[in-house]
């Protein structure tokens, strides 16, 4: 069993600034990667920032500059400071965990959503 628990999200002026936060919890034997996506109202779910293991970052165009990802091993918590916020970028937020499981297998699990609201 894995829990996910996100935090921060909300409503902000365009080019205000949030932070989401996302604690990975229970089985997992090790991360092999953690990271962010979003997903408005009638658009697909997209990438918007994730990292390795090895603190490799890969981010959408679309947040290069603006958003950073970064995490605290010791805890398994992976946040997104978001600066500069556009209306483009009211989304629901979600965390996404790529995993080890302790029976040796690898998994995704998805948080269950934070709501960023981005008012111009």
């Known amino acids: 069993q894995v829990q996910l628990v996100e935090s921060g999200g909300g409503l902000v002026q365009a080019g205000g600034s949030q932070r989401l936060s996302c604690a990975a919890s229970?089985?997992?034997?090790?991360?092999?990667?953690m990271g962010w996506y979003r997903q408005a109202p009638g658009k697909q779910r997209e990438l918007v920032a994730a990292?390795?293991?090895?603190?490799?970052?890969n981010y959408a165009d679309s947040v290069k500059g603006r958003f950073t990802i970064f995490r605290e091993k010791a805890t398994n918590t992976v946040y997104l400071q978001m600066n500069t916020l556009k209306p483009e970028d009211t989304a629901v937020y979600y965390c996404?965990?790529?995993?080890?499981?302790?029976?040796?297998?690898?998994?995704?699990?998805w948080g269950q959503g934070t709501q960023v609201t981005v008012s111009s």
């Open positions: 996404n965990l790529d995993y080890e499981t302790t029976w040796g297998t690898t998994e995704t699990y």
């Open positions: 990292i390795t293991s090895g603190g490799t970052t």
């Open positions: 229970g089985s997992i034997f090790s991360i092999n990667a």
